[in-house]
């Protein structure tokens, strides 16, 4: 089955920094890639996503970028910021098409000191 | 809209007491799921639906049962808990109209076996 595997696990910056966090997934049908940022004690959030049909997607201060022939996708913090601080999750679908179904990878906690 | 509701937030068993972990959405979503949550190993797949009358395992599905009747709504059944089972658990919905929409999480139920 589709296995993603997310690094690192922890990532100190700090503020104004940048940060890049790294996945790879394994089944060369994923089509979807899409980013979560759960702040302490709160559910899991969408913040960016990227289809398999585009290299890169930008919106602010954050950038996903994706290269299916090795079968990695990275996030790109420009400039972190205090409220940076949480654990980000990427994710995969195992599966062309929209089938719902998503892979999250381990997770990376992400601080930005001040 | 009240999105994705979970009920409860909390709970403690006792190993071997049986429990039912309550998931809701109104967004008429086709697609729902649980994961758990545990330090280190991201978000796993409990079990997902389809639509109503339609369920799959995911990761990790041993010691868990679900049914969907409706489309609104997704229980979780442990039936006999165990220590291993201590986790947080996030229910997620989405769309299956287009390609790939955003899933949206819970916001958690915290369960504690002894």
């Known amino acids: 089955g589709e296995n993603v595997e997310q690094h690192p696990s922890t990532l100190s910056v700090q503020e104004g920094d940048s940060a890049v966090i790294k996945c790879t997934y394994s089944?060369?049908?994923?089509?979807?890639f899409p980013w979560y940022k759960q702040e302490l004690g709160k559910r899991p959030q969408l913040i960016i996503d990227?289809?398999?049909?585009?290299g890169e997607k930008k919106d602010q201060r954050i950038a996903v970028t994706l290269n299916k022939t090795a079968k990695h996708f990275s996030l790109h913090i420009t400039e972190t910021q205090p409220e940076d601080s949480a654990v980000y999750f990427c994710?995969?679908?195992?599966?062309?098409?929209?089938?719902?179904?998503?892979?999250f990878g381990q997770g990376t906690t992400l601080q930005v000191k001040p | 809209n009240a999105g994705v509701t979970q009920t409860p937030k909390f709970q403690v068993l006792k190993t071997g007491q049986s429990m039912t972990l309550q998931c809701a959405q109104d967004?008429?979503?086709?697609?729902m799921s649980w994961y758990r949550q545990d330090p280190g190993m991201g978000l796993r797949l409990i079990h997902y639906?389809?639509?109503?009358?339609?369920?799959d395992q995911g990761e990790v599905p041993n010691g868990y049962n679900v049914s969907r009747s409706t489309t609104e709504d997704f229980p979780l059944r442990l039936l006999s808990a165990a220590p291993s089972q201590t986790s947080v658990y996030f229910c997620?919905?989405?769309?299956?109209?287009?390609?790939?929409?955003?899933?949206?999480f819970g916001p958690g139920t915290r369960l504690t076996v002894l």
């Open positions: 089944d060369s049908a994923s089509n979807y």
């Open positions: 990227i289809r398999s049909n585009v």
């Open positions: 967004m008429n979503h086709e697609y």
């Open positions: 994710a995969a679908s195992p599966a062309s098409g929209n089938t719902g179904k998503l892979i």
């Open positions: 997620a919905s989405s769309s299956l109209a287009g390609t790939y929409n955003e899933q949206f």
């Open positions: 639906s389809v639509g109503a009358g339609i369920t």
